[in-house]
C-alpha cells in the first residue's frame, strides 16, 4: 500500500527542510521525499497549498480510561486526537485505577493497538494511586512501555519521593513529569488570585503555589541529574525558574498549554466554568511572559492538557465545577494564531508540536525522515472554520472556545502510514 502526498510545503524541523515537495509512503514507512516523485499504484493526496508535517505529538492528554468512559475513552480520545491533527498522545495516569502498574499500562495499550486512532504512550504514576506515599512499580510499567512518570493532577508534595523518584527515573531515560502544585497555598481557590476573582467574589490561587514547587523541583533535578519536565506552564514566574536553570545546564524542559497562551483569567466571567483549570487562567503579564517564554525556546512544547469532563461536572456552581477542557481539536489553530501574531516563526510552532516533545519522550518520532514510521500531517493554514462544541469528535464538549473562528485544521492525519483522519 503506497501513498503519494504531493505538492505540499513540508516542514521537518529537525532537519531545517521548508520547500515543496513530494512525500512518498510504502508499507507504513517514509520512503521518498523529493521533487516529482511518481509511485505506480500509489493513493494520492494533492497537498497543493497545504503544509505537511510530521504527525503531531501531544504530551499531555487525559483520555479516562480505564474508569471513568463516560467522559471519553481510548477509542473516542484517539478519534478526537487525529481530527486535531495528533498522530500520537501521552495519557496522563489519573484514571480508576490510577495507571501505577503494569497491567493497567499493558490494557491501555492492548486497548490503544487494537481500537485506537492513533498512537498511544502511557504515562506511569510515580506514586502508588498518585498518593504521594510510596513510590510505584516505575521499572515494571518502564518495561510494559510507559514513557514517563506523573502524578497529573496531583502535586507530589514530598520532597524526598520527588527526589527518588528523578533518581530512580534517570537509568530509564524518561522524564519525571510534575504537576506543580502547593495545595496548601491553593487553600480553597478556584480561579486565578487578582482583580477578577476579588470582582466575582471567588477565591484566588497565587501563581506562587505553582511557581514554588517549580522552584523545588529544579533543584532536585539539579541534584539528582534526573530529567524534570514540568506541565501546563501558566505563570511568568515559573517561566523566569525554568529559564534561569535552563541556563545553568539543568535537566528540565516544560510545555504550556494552548489555553494558557491565549486567555486570561477575563475569561472567567460570568461565572464561566469551561474557564477552570489547573492551573487556572493567569494574568495579562503571566500569557506574555508564556508567549516569551515560547519564543525564546525556554518552554519546549505545547500540550492541550485535554481533560474531558461531562457537562454534568461542569453546569454546576463555579466553586465545585471539575477543573479542566477539552484541547485536542483546538490545538493547532491555536498554535497557529501564535504564528500570525508573530510570536512563533512555522518552523518553530511546528517544532513545539512534533520533534520537541518526541525528544522529551525519547520517542523516535517527530521528524519526516525516511526509514521512519510514517506519522504524518497534513494541515491547510487557511481553511476557516468555526468551533462548535457539540459537534467535537471528544466524547466531552468543555472548552471556552465555543464559537470561536479559527484559521487552519488538519485535513489528513496519517498514523503509522494509513489515514487515521480525513476532513
Ligand atoms: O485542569 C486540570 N484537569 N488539571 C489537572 O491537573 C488535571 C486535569 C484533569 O484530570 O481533569
Ligand atoms: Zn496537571
Known amino acids: 500500500m503506497k501513498i503519494l502526498i504531493s505538492g505540499g510545503r513540508v516542514l521537518d524541523p529537525t532537519h531545517g527542510i521548508d520547500d515543496q515537495l513530494d512525500l512518498l509512503i510504502d508499507n507504513g514507512r517514509i520512503s521518498h521525499l523529493g521533487k516529482n516523485l511518481q509511485a505506480e ?16 505529538i501531544d504530551l499531555h492528554v487525559h483520555l479516562r480510561d480505564p474508569g471513568q468512559e463516560y467522559k471519553e475513552d481510548i477509542v473516542s480520545g484517539t478519534r478526537a486526537a487525529v481530527a486535531g491533527g495528533f498522530t500520537a498522545v501521552a495519557c496522563m495516569p489519573n484514571t480508576k485505577p490510577v495507571n501505577d502498574s503494569k497491567s493497567v499500562t499493558r490494557y491501555i495499550l492492548a486497548k490503544a493497538a487494537a481500537e485506537g486512532f ?12 498518585s498518593k504521594g506515599e510510596a513510590l510505584a512499580e516505575m521499572g515494571d510499567m518502564k518495561e510494559a512501555g510507559c514513557v514517563g512518570f506523573s502524578d497529573d493532577g496531583h502535586p507530589v508534595a514530598s520532597g524526598e519521593l520527588m527526589r527518588r523518584a528523578l533518581e530512580y527515573s534517570r537509568p530509564f531515560g524518561v522524564p519525571i513529569i510534575a504537576h506543580a502544585e502547593d495545595l496548601d497555598l491553593v487553600g480553597q481557590g478556584v480561579m486565578n488570585e487578582g482583580f477578577v476573582a476579588t470582582e466575582l467574589g471567588l477565591k484566588g490561587i497565587p501563581w506562587v503555589a505553582e511557581a514554588a514547587p517549580i522552584a523545588r523541583d529544579v533543584m532536585l533535578a539539579e541534584f539528582t541529574g534526573g530529567h524534570l519536565h514540568v506541565a501546563h506552564v501558566s505563570c511568568g514566574a515559573a517561566v523566569e525558574i525554568i529559564r ?28 464561566n466554568t469551561n474557564a477552570k483549570m489547573n492551573p487556572p487562567l493567569r494574568s495579562a503579564e503571566d500569557v506574555a511572559a508564556i508567549r516569551a517564554g515560547l519564543a525564546d525556546g525556554t518552554i519546549d512544547a505545547i500540550a492541550t ?7 454534568d461536572e461542569k453546569n454546576v456552581e463555579f466553586n465545585i465545577a471539575f477543573n479542566g477542557i477539552v484541547g485536542l481539536e483546538t490545538a493547532l489553530p491555536l498554535t497557529l494564531r501564535l504564528v500570525a501574531d508573530g510570536v512563533l516563526s512555522l518552523c518553530d510552532a511546528i517544532a513545539k508540536l512534533t520533534i520537541n ?25 487557511e481553511l476557516k472554520w468555526t468551533v462548535e462544541a457539540q459537534k467535537l469528535v471528544s466524547k466531552s464538549k468543555n472548552t471556552p472556545f465555543d464559537g470561536w473562528k479559527m484559521v487552519g485544521a488538519a485535513t489528513h492525519t496519517l498514523v503509522a502510514g494509513r489515514i487515521s483522519y480525513q476532513r
Request: net charge neutral.
Open 41 to 56: 499504484g500509489a493513493q494520492v493526496i494533492d497537498a497543493r497549498g497545504k503544509l505537511v508535517t510530521p504527525g503531531l
Open 305 to 311: 492538557d485535554h481533560a474531558p469532563h461531562h457537562i
Open 244 to 271: 534561569a536553570a535552563k541556563k545553568r545546564g539543568v535537566r528540565v524542559t516544560c510545555e504550556a498549554a494552548p489555553h494558557h497562551f491565549t486567555l486570561t483569567d477575563e475569561a472567567v466571567r460570568g461565572y
Open 357 to 381: 516533545p518526541a525528544r522529551i519522550l525519547g520517542l523516535e518520532s517527530g521528524t519526516l525522515e525516511v526509514g521512519r514510521v510514517a506519522d504524518v500531517t497534513v494541515i491547510d493554514p
Open 118 to 129: 492513533c498512537h498511544v504512550l502511557p504515562v506511569g504514576s510515580i506514586t502508588q494511586g
